[in-house]
Nanobody, 120 residues
Framework: QVQLVESGGGLVQPGGSLRLSCAAS????????MGWYRQAPGKERELVAG???????NYVDSVKGRFTISRDSAKNTVSLQMNSLKPEDTAVYYC??????????????WGKGTLVTVSS
């Protein structure tokens, strides 16, 4: 069973920076992609940034130029560097791993989430 553990959330002032990290453990056949989603109060969960096994990245328009996703395949970690944070970035951030398990089935795995609050 795959486990994802996020860290790095907290309270930051507008314009500040935070770095989120996610450590994955467990045995799977292959990882297709990893990413960060967020869910603000009263809103649906949205994809913030993703990175494929080949290293291709994608971002939601609202964070382009401010957030950077990176992955360390050797350590099985994915990080999200968030700069120039805005109050509208306030949300619970979830780590996601899309992988193929040993039975050949594609699965989505989720962390429990880490709260990011941007406020003065």
């Amino acid at each position: 069973q795959v486990q994802l553990v996020e860290s790095g959330g907290g309270l930051v002032q507008p314009g500040g920076s935070l770095r989120l990290s996610c450590a994955a453990s467990g045995s799977i056949f292959s990882i297709k992609a990893m990413g960060w989603y967020r869910q603000a109060p009263g809103k649906e969960r949205e994809l913030v940034a993703g990175i494929t096994s080949g290293g291709s990245t994608n971002y939601v328009d609202s964070v382009k130029g401010r957030f950077t996703i990176s992955r360390d395949s050797a350590k099985n970690t994915v990080s999200l560097q968030m700069n120039s944070l805005k109050p509208e970035d306030t949300a619970v951030y979830y780590c996601n791993e899309r992988a193929t398990n040993w039975g050949g089935r594609d699965m989505d795995y989720w962390g429990k989430g880490t709260l990011v609050t941007v406020s003065s």
